[in-house]
């Protein structure tokens, strides 16, 4: 079992920036792979970013490319999510989660441990 804890989430104005922490406990961290999915009111989850289990390896949606950054630190058994030039339709429950594959994959399924996600408002 692994358990993910989210935080860092809060209430910004476009343009501005935020940076959530995902804290991993149980077990070692780096035999995951890790992931950042968000789900907006009255949508489906989405893939955000990826992260392989070294940190060599990084994955992102189209619309968060140049503007997010997903990285990882092993000792602290944390992984991070930079979000700058944020904007209105980045609103959402922004959720970390771990997969025993080698660097993840784009979807839910490929994920099989799961935070309990934290609040992105960004406000035009």
């Known amino acids: 079992q692994v358990q993910l804890v989210e935080s860092g989430g809060g209430l910004v104005q ?19 792979a890790m992931g950042w999915f968000r789900q907006a009111p009255g949508k489906e989850r989405e893939f955000v970013a990826r992260i392989s ?37 980045d609103t959402a429950v922004y959720y970390c989660a771990a997969s025993s594959g080698r660097s993840g994959g784009d979807y839910s399924r ?5 935070g309990q996600g934290t609040q992105v408002t960004v406000s035009s």
């Open 14 to 32: 476009a343009g501005g920036s935020l940076r959530l922490s995902c804290a991993g406990s149980g077990r070692t961290f780096s035999d995951y």
């Open 53 to 89: 289990r070294s940190g060599g390896m990084t994955v992102y949606e189209d619309s968060v490319k140049g503007r997010f950054t997903i990285s990882r630190d092993n000792a602290k058994n944390t992984v991070y999510l930079q979000m700058n030039s944020l904007k209105p339709e």
């Open 110 to 114: 490929d994920y099989i441990y799961w």
